[in-house]
């Protein structure tokens, strides 16, 4: 009898061992799991760095009001070509983006008395009315003076991230497009003192400069523009 009591007692210790074991091996495979989730999250933010936000761009002029041109070439073409690539990069990276326009129209109501200003209430409607984190209005620039070039930021103070949004962005514009243009206060322009989000207004170049009308139409000049854009952001959000 006293040998079968301490079998029966050895038993429950190697049970109690096994018991021991058992857990420690599930919550090292937990612990593990955990990591590998944690490491995909990390991975996954960092391949995706506009996970959760929200931008707005807002490609300047369109249908009856062609913006600047030259010749054939029109700037709310550009605007438009520029904005789409835009929205596909920032969408790979995460961020969740609407245009104010997407095809060749403007926004004016029908039988608008004054079109223009029309377009522009509702371009501020649209992303005032909207979630987003930040907007940006992309437009080319144009001069009597054809020696002129570079990409410029311009910014109202109707919100106080104004300002920051258009210094960062115009020190990407120097590293990544060479522009020696410094950013610009503007006051009462109709669209921008009525938008509340934050955000600023993109003159990407000059259209009456030969040189820069000529890149603005290249794809590899396009793209360089956006990743100027979104090396901005990217920093403008860590911030």
């Known amino acids: 009898m006293e040998e079968k009591r301490i079998e029966k007692k050895h038993y429950h210790i190697i049970k109690q061992v ?8 599930g919550a090292l495979i937990l612990f593990l799991l955990l990591c590998c989730l944690i490491y995909k999250v990390e991975g996954y933010l960092k391949v995706t760095p506009f996970f959760d936000k929200i931008i707005f761009i807002d ?3 369109g249908g009856l009001d062609p913006g600047a041109q030259y010749k054939n070439l029109y700037e709310k073409t550009i605007n438009l070509e ?3 690539l835009l929205k596909i990069r920032l969408e790979e990276l995460g961020a ?3 245009l104010t326009r997407e095809g060749d ?10 079109r223009k200003r029309s377009d522009l209430f509702q371009r501020a409607k649209m992303i ?27 910014y109202e103070e109707v919100n106080e991230e104004n300002k920051k949004i258009a210094t960062i962005i115009q020190d990407s514009f120097k590293r990544h497009l060479g522009s020696k243009r410094k950013t610009k206060k503007i006051q009462n322009l109709y669209m921008y003192k009525r ?13 009456s400069n030969p040189h820069e009308r000529y890149i603005l139409r290249k794809k590899y000049y396009q793209e360089r523009i956006v990743r100027s854009l979104i090396e901005a952001l990217i920093v403008y959000f860590e911030l």
């Open 18 to 25: 096994m018991f021991v074991k058992d857990y420690q091996k």
């Open 59 to 61: 490609p300047g002029h």
């Open 82 to 84: 520029i904005s789409k």
């Open 96 to 98: 969740i983006v609407y």
């Open 105 to 114: 129209y403007d926004l004016a109501v029908p039988n608008a008395y004054l």
């Open 128 to 154: 005032n009315k909207s979630d987003c984190d930040l907007y940006l209005s992309i437009h080319l620039n144009a001069s009597q003076f054809t020696n002129w070039q570079g990409a410029q930021v311009f």
């Open 195 to 207: 938008v509340e989000k934050p955000g600023v207004l993109l003159e990407i170049g000059f259209i």
